[in-house]
T-cell receptor
Framework: EAQVTQNPRYLITVTGKKLTVTCSQNMNHEYMSWYRQDPGLGLRQIYYSMNVEVTDKGDVPEGYKVSRKEKRNFPLILESPSPNQTSLYFC???????????FGPGTRLTVL | TQLLEQSPQFLSIQEGENLTVYCNSSSVFSSLQWYRQEPGEGPVLLVTVVTGGEVKKLKRLTFQFGDARKDSSLHITAAQTGDTGLYLCAGLANAGGTSYGKLTFGQGTILTVHP
């Protein structure tokens, strides 16, 4: 089944404890993105990647890191999480700029 | 930074009523997508409009892209309880520069259709 998977789905952590949210797609898509969703703000892009080793900042990249060492995986790294990073995070992929974007199921992160 | 203003933010209507959701921007987009999101899930694409003035229909849903490709609307005819959900518009930046490939989302419209 074609899909985008994210892990974990739920995470409660404390300020400053490094964490990684994994994202994997099995559709051989070139483009992958990370978004955060907050009430009243919609989806805001954190980082995106157009191919392996090619990444660029989105609208809200501060406090986040990404890597794209292989086509299928696009992990999101929070080196030192803070409470303002409490949010619902979505990974997404698409085959090209103009095609449908497929979203993962989301990761609900709480930073205490 | 390109912005998409989506309105209204909340919409509560009775089954059978019609409704329209708007997405507006001062920027030109190469295409515009509409998504629907259910609680606990990621957004799912409903439609993509590419050409200025384009109108697409999906059963009771009608999507329109403005002539100048700066705005779009979603119209639902005779809403049903199953239409309840979060609707999001997303504009794709024009090609060129580092903004290529970036989708800008509106704030979303939470639609509740009551029986």
């Amino acid at each position: 089944e074609a899909q985008v998977t994210q892990n974990p789905r739920y995470l409660i952590t404390v300020t400053g404890k490094k964490l990684t949210v994994t994202c994997s797609q099995n559709m051989n898509h070139e483009y992958m993105s990370w978004y955060r969703q907050d009430p009243g703000l919609g989806l805001r892009q954190i980082y995106y990647s157009m191919n392996v080793e090619v990444t660029d900042k989105g609208d809200v990249p501060e406090g986040y890191k990404v890597s794209r060492k292989e086509k299928r995986n696009f992990p999101l790294i929070l080196e030192s999480p803070s409470p303002n990073q409490t949010s619902l995070y979505f990974c997404a992929s698409r085959i090209s700029s103009y095609n449908e974007q497929f979203f993962g199921p989301g990761t609900r992160l709480t930073v205490l | 930074t390109q912005l998409l203003e989506q309105s209204p933010q909340f919409l509560s209507i009775q089954e059978g009523e019609n409704l329209t959701v708007y997405c507006n921007s001062s920027s030109v987009f190469s295409s515009l997508q509409w998504y629907r999101q259910e609680p606990g899930e990621g957004p799912v694409l409903l439609v993509t409009v590419v050409t200025g003035g384009e109108v697409k229909k999906l059963k009771r849903l009608t999507f329109q892209f403005g002539d100048a490709r700066k705005d779009s609307s979603l119209h639902i005819t005779a809403a049903q309880t199953g239409d309840t959900g979060l609707y999001l518009c997303a504009g794709l930046a024009n090609a060129g520069g580092t903004s290529y490939g970036k989708l800008t989302f509106g704030q979303g419209t939470i639609l509740t259709v009551h029986p």
